[in-house]
């Protein structure tokens, strides 16, 4: 095969990046292991069993339960299931802001839960006059985002979570891409701050492990129970987790990631990425274009469609926001050389698109 996988030279929208030269080399040892059959492959288990108490720390929480799973989309579904199978009616509901995943809308219609979509206010977090409003006594679980995919907002998760409490919901944080930057703000959105019962965290965004490897923790072992199985042919009894087969190189190199780079290498990276965000976002703005402050490493911009679309078709790799701005994602591989590169195009094309059209008689 010729094929080569993707440049990250110029892409500038993904929530994935190159994985550490570390996750990298571990991924590719343990590419044949299976956490799906703890019997048959005891090293890798334990390496999971460390990969969730190391994301316990990470998520402020004591004594973590979890697994590591595919990514964000199958933890949020499995907890939707868990909220679906503690719930005491037979027609829950799931209320969520409109800046939630859309991985919410798979689970709500795999699980035949309700969802309720509740909107932002003027800062892209959740309305919690919304929330309150739309919540009601079959309401099984409520979602907060920590770290937004669109604009990188954070929800007010402790506020959530009495709201959830009220009418005996559970709370679920969504915090894929945001778990591995925000212990370094003062944001408040983990276990510590808030009841949360779930959360997703995914080590293969911001922490740098290989593609698969997501992260589902709750808060005590009896939530993740709630999605056991028996597994009569294999050598463990029951199992909790979405799919069988699992792979051990996500595993593996998120445990990899996490030993080499928590805190200080995340610090490192946050500040890195955060500082990146920052000047790109005053960059656009003395461009005159209107840009939401980037409270995390993550810059949304009004750019004209024409425009987008021609930086597109200079390579760049860049996604637009539900309502069109450009969406630009500062993850570890987006250094400062490549966002002055894209300013660069940014101004080129604007001189170029400034220039009368002269014709001729």
Not at 220 to 247: F, H, I, K, M
Request: proline letters at 6%; aromatic letters at 6%; charged letters at 25%.
């Amino acid at each position: 095969m010729q094929a080569e996988p993707q440049a990250f030279d110029r892409v500038l929208s993904s929530m994935c990046t190159e994985p550490h030269p570390v996750a990298r080399d571990a991924a590719e040892r343990f590419l044949a292991t299976n956490p799906g059959d703890p019997g048959t492959y005891p090293t890798v288990t334990a390496l999971e069993d460390e990969a969730i108490a190391m994301l316990g720390e990470i998520a402020g929480l004591d004594d973590p339960t979890g697994y590591v799973a595919s990514g964000g989309t199958e933890a949020n579904l499995q907890a939707v299931r868990i909220a679906r199978e503690r719930a005491d009616t037979t027609t829950p509901n799931v209320v969520m802001p409109e800046s939630a995943h859309f991985s919410f809308q798979k689970a709500a219609d795999v699980l035949g839960v309700d969802l309720r979509i509740v909107p932002t206010d003027a800062d892209h977090r959740v309305d919690l006059e919304a929330v309150r409003t739309c919540v009601d006594a079959e309401t099984a679980l409520v979602v907060g985002v920590a770290g937004t995919t669109e604009y990188g907002r954070v929800d007010p998760i402790p506020e959530l979570g009495r709201v959830a409490r009220e009418v005996d919901a559970m709370l679920h944080v969504d915090a894929a891409w945001g778990g591995f930057v925000l212990p370094f703000t003062d944001h408040e959105w983990n276990f510590s701050h808030a009841p949360v019962d779930t959360m997703a965290i995914d080590p293969h965004k911001m922490g740098q492990a290989a593609v698969p490897a997501g992260g589902l923790l709750v808060r005590s072992a009896d939530l993740l129970d709630e999605l056991a199985v028996d597994t009569p042919y294999l050598e463990s009894t029951a199992q909790a987790t979405l799919t069988g087969t699992r792979s051990g190189a996500g595993v593996a190199s998120a445990v990899a990631a996490m030993a080499e780079l928590w805190p200080t290498g995340y610090r490192t990276q946050y500040v890195r990425s955060q500082n990146n965000a920052e000047w790109l976002a005053d960059a656009l703005e003395k461009r005159g274009y209107e840009v939401v402050e980037p409270t995390l490493p993550l810059v949304a911009a009004d750019v004209p469609r024409s425009t987008f679309d021609a930086l597109r078709d200079r390579g760049w790799r860049i996604s637009r926001t539900g309502t069109g701005e450009l969406r630009i994602v500062c993850m570890p591989h987006v250094s400062r050389e490549m966002l002055a590169s894209f300013v660069a195009d940014l101004d080129r094309l604007e001189v170029r698109a400034s220039v009368p059209v002269v014709c001729d008689d």
